[in-house]
């Protein structure tokens, strides 16, 4: 880095682009390692997946590869108050996921077990010891996977809590603030092109974190990985007495379904809506309402008492292999990313704090995760 | 002229508009639908009477004209669907129904949203106790079910809903005990030299007037209820004027009906993703149009109050235009026709309009008020929100409504946001220096209304589900 950049005070350390769990949990701890931190954000901060997701704190749905990060991201949120500054309220529940045909069964046993081996709780229990720990579910399961490690989070009160955090910390925050280009600054860093503004936002390095809109600005930096954005559906329904006390879902992971402290009950799992994110809209698909809503009130028959408020579709986004993309773009140490976890906002968190102890010098093991792993695409983010 | 187009029209909205609507398009013999939440047509202005109040109300305007136009509604060919709602609506129209047959969806076709007005309200120190309704709802229960709110009422707000209900109140035998508004005096003066243009609401008006005036019923102007408190008998209610906080009234009564004007009811037009703009005389959103209640979507119309707050008479005319419109743009009818069946209809609705607009600042004379909300004042009834809740959350940086909302839970109830929107964008003005534009607006969700789960899920096997494969391991 030249003397001439690293002596501009209007020069961010670092320009973090994506204001969600993983961005503004990266941003925070840089910050508090004493860089000069910016978080820009197409909308306002938190609005996108981690705002609208399930908040679901899941071993049963997590990839296996990544439990022993979403054990780490489960604990980071139980204790947010001691972290964050603010308790974002997420309750530890026991999770329970469901088998109801022989088949289902079978993957039920097979998911739990390659989940054992990767150090998640999770063990396989009776149709009575199932109905025992939740009374309310349906009575013709035939087995169930039994996690003591899962919970849930009402996700929209998590943005307000890191604003707090963040503008306590001195991390500049940059919202309603799309970015045009990413491009590299003569004499080092990046300038990063915002609409309606004349300067750039300039910064020594980037972090990209910008979930489904990352395939667009890895292009950018001459990355081209396929990124597929789910359109995943969320029901909502008024608050109903209690009808069930855990996390439940079922054997093929696509049903999440909690009642909150307030008795509203979340239909999730991941069932699909349609839309373009770079159009914007996304629609419900009737069908899949339907088929989602029914898979709920079988697992929970007394879902038939409940009004539905609401529908919402929330974005995700996933890599080629369904892994996540975390760690350098370049040989420079200057192009970061995070993202595309699968059940991401469990392991957001942690996820965050690694990226950040990674650029801060440390050396946590993100090999799993790196960015340039798609081989024939990789190291085109060197700068010359 | 190219080919006529007689695919399929639907009219949401059994109201004057709607129902005007409904009956011109099939005149013009398109095949119309026309769905209303009610067992019969007539929206607010014309909802038939209920048989105990065809025998305590007065003969009137609004039981006669809803009975003329239920009537003509049989004679025509329009295929009605009654107590059905629209709860959801795809980008290509297509209309999620809930009636009395369950859930049912009707394919894309043309779209007229005639669905009307909503109440604003604007909260105050007490509200949610008992015995405070809406001026539209007090309307609805006097005049439609012959039932006073009670024996006592205050009526407070603003615009000319506050002297009708007032009226009706003393009809069924009532006692007004005050009448607060937060309009000026010299506003409702400039109103009434403008009424020789629309010599129907002159003569109603200065009967309303009469009959307030002999009965002594002190009245306020720019003035809004600021606190209330349950007694053993009914209510307290403390009256603030706005220009002179120092004077304070206090009037007890059984009763109180408050509401500050209306609004477009934009959740429908909002979900087709149709353009709005913020009417700054009359502070609310209403979808674009042109005078016909055409949109940036080809397929889809707004008229009657949903395209704008005009009131009763310029809804049947514009609900008249916007037939022959669909039917000129579809070449049913030549342009010269269509010229010659909307010149006298268009003469009338430009002279009504300029009255019409003089109501909308009377309407929207309470737009001050959310900025002085106590911080102990409830905003979101259905989440319980104060005031100070959302006060602090717009200094931490909710500078829109949709993350003041997700911050707060303002808005998040089975209401949708209709109750307090109006006064959280208000705080929200007030706290950060926004523009209603920059505030925005809550984002319009299906259902839009709370629909029983069982609706959706009908009767069904587990082998019915159509189980999407596994996520990956």
Redesign the interface.
């Known amino acids: 880095m030249t003397p001439a950049l690293q002596s501009r005070p209007d020069v961010f350390d670092t320009v973090i682009v994506g204001a969600g769990v993983m961005g503004a949990t990266t941003a925070l701890f840089l910050a508090r390692g004493g860089q000069k931190v910016a978080l820009v954000d197409r909308e306002d901060m938190f609005r996108a997946a981690s705002g609208v997701n399930a908040g679901t704190l899941t071993l049963h749905m997590t990839r296996a590869q990544l439990i022993p990060h979403a054990i780490r991201g489960r604990e980071m949120w139980l204790d947010s108050a001691t972290w964050l500054g603010e308790d974002v309220g997420a309750i530890a529940t026991p999770g329970l996921s469901m088998a109801f045909t022989e088949a289902e069964e079978e993957l039920l046993r097979q998911r739990a077990q390659v989940r054992q081996d990767m150090g998640a709780p999770i063990e396989v229990v009776s149709p009575e010891e199932a109905i025992q720990i939740e009374p309310g579910v349906n009575p013709a399961i035939r087995a169930a996977a039994y996690c003591a490690l899962d919970g849930h989070i009402p996700t929209y009160r998590v943005g307000a809590a890191y604003a707090r955090a963040l503008r306590q910390a001195g991390v500049t925050i940059i919202e309603n603030s799309p970015v045009e280009t990413i491009t590299p600054a003569t004499g080092g860093g990046y300038d990063i092109r915002i609409s309606n503004r004349v300067q750039p936002v300039q910064g020594r390095r980037i972090v990209l974190s910008t979930g489904a809109w990352l395939e667009k600005m890895l292009g950018w930096l001459g990355y081209n990985i396929p990124i597929r954005c789910l359109i995943n559906q969320l029901v909502v329904t008024e608050t109903l007495p209690p009808v069930m006390g855990s996390v439940l879902s079922i054997a093929n992971g696509l049903l999440s379904l909690k009642q909150f402290a307030n008795g509203s009950v979340l239909i999730g799992g991941g069932w699909q809506g349609e839309g373009n994110i770079h159009q914007g809209g996304t629609r419900v698909i009737p069908e899949n309402l339907r088929g989602n809503v029914r898979l709920a009130q079988y697992v929970v028959p007394r879902l038939d008492e409940a009004q539905i408020l609401r529908v919402w579709l929330g974005l995700e986004s996933e890599t080629p292999d369904a892994m996540p993309l975390i760690g350098a773009l370049t040989p420079d140490d200057d192009a970061f990313v995070v993202g595309c976890v699968h059940s991401g906002f469990t392991s957001g968190p942690y996820m965050g704090r690694l990226l950040a102890e990674r650029i801060l010098g440390g050396n946590p093991d993100l090999s799993p995760f790196d960015p340039t792993r798609f081989s024939s695409l990789a190291a085109t983010g060197t700068r010359s | 002229m190219s080919n006529p187009d007689f695919s399929p029209v639907t009219v949401i909205g059994g109201g004057i508009a709607g129902t005007t609507s409904a009956i011109a398009l099939a005149r013009h013999g398109l095949p119309v639908t026309l769905i209303d939440e009610q067992p019969t047509a007539g929206g607010q202005i014309f909802r038939a009477p209920s048989p105990y109040a065809r025998q305590t109300v007065p003969p009137n305007h609004e039981f006669s004209g809803g009975d003329a136009l239920r009537h003509k509604l049989t004679a025509s060919s329009v295929d009605v669907r009654f107590s059905t709602r629209a709860w959801?609506l795809?980008?290509t129209l297509a209309l999620?129904l809930i009636g009395p047959d369950g859930i049912d969806?009707l394919p894309p076709s043309t779209v007229v949203v005639a669905n009307g007005a909503t109440e604003r309200f604007l909260p105050f120190q007490g509200w949610t106790t008992p015995r405070i309704t809406g001026l539209a709802g007090a309307s609805i229960l006097m005049r439609n079910g012959g039932t006073l709110p009670g024996q006592t009422v205050v009526v407070a707000g603003s615009g000319p809903l506050l002297f009708s209900v007032a009226h009706q109140v003393l009809e069924l035998g009532g006692k007004v005990a005050a009448i607060v508004d937060a309009g000026h005096r010299s506003d409702w003066l400039r109103l009434g030299a403008m009424l020789s243009l629309d010599p129907a609401r002159l003569t109603q008006a200065t009967s309303w007037m009469l009959r307030l005036r002999k009965a002594g019923i002190p009245i306020h102007h720019r003035a809004h209820i600021s606190a209330v408190q349950e007694t053993e008998t009914g209510l307290l209610l403390n009256v603030s004027e706005m220009d002179h906080p120092e004077r304070r009234h206090v009037y007890a009564s059984e009763a109180a009906a408050c509401g500050y004007g209306l609004k477009p009811s934009t959740l429908i037009t909002r979900t087709a993703?149709v353009q709005h703009r913020h009417d700054p005389v009359g502070g609310y959103l209403e979808p674009v149009t042109d005078l016909a209640g055409r949109t940036c979507r080809p397929d889809l119309y707004v008229t009657g109050d949903a395209a704008g707050i005009r009131g009763m008479a310029v809804a049947r005319l514009r609900g008249l235009i916007t037939a022959h419109a669909i039917a000129q743009d579809r070449s049913v009818i030549s342009g010269e026709t269509y010229e010659t069946l909307t010149r006298a209809p268009l003469r009338q609705l430009r002279r009504l309009e300029a009255v019409s607009r003089r109501m909308l600042p009377l309407m929207n004379a309470g737009s001050a008020i959310p900025a002085h909300l106590q911080d102990e004042t409830i905003v979101c009834r259905c989440e319980r929100v104060k005031a100070a809740t959302l006060r602090s959350?717009i200094k931490?940086?909710?500078?829109?409504l949709?993350?003041l909302?997700?911050?707060t839970?303002c808005g998040?109830?089975?209401c949708?946001g209709r109750m307090c929107e109006d006064s959280a964008r208000g705080l929200l003005m007030a706290v950060c220096g926004k523009t209603s534009e920059d505030a925005g607006s809550f984002t319009a969700?299906?259902?839009f209304f709370?629909?029983?789960?069982?609706a959706?899920?009908?009767t069904?096997a587990?082998s019915?589900?159509?189980?999407?494969?596994?996520?990956?391991?």
């Open positions: 959801g795809s980008p999620d969806q993703g959350a931490a940086g909710a500078e829109d949709n993350q909302k997700a911050w839970r998040m109830g089975p949708q969700r299906m259902p709370p629909l029983p789960l069982t959706v899920t009908g069904f587990y019915d589900i159509p189980l999407p494969k596994a996520a990956p391991l």
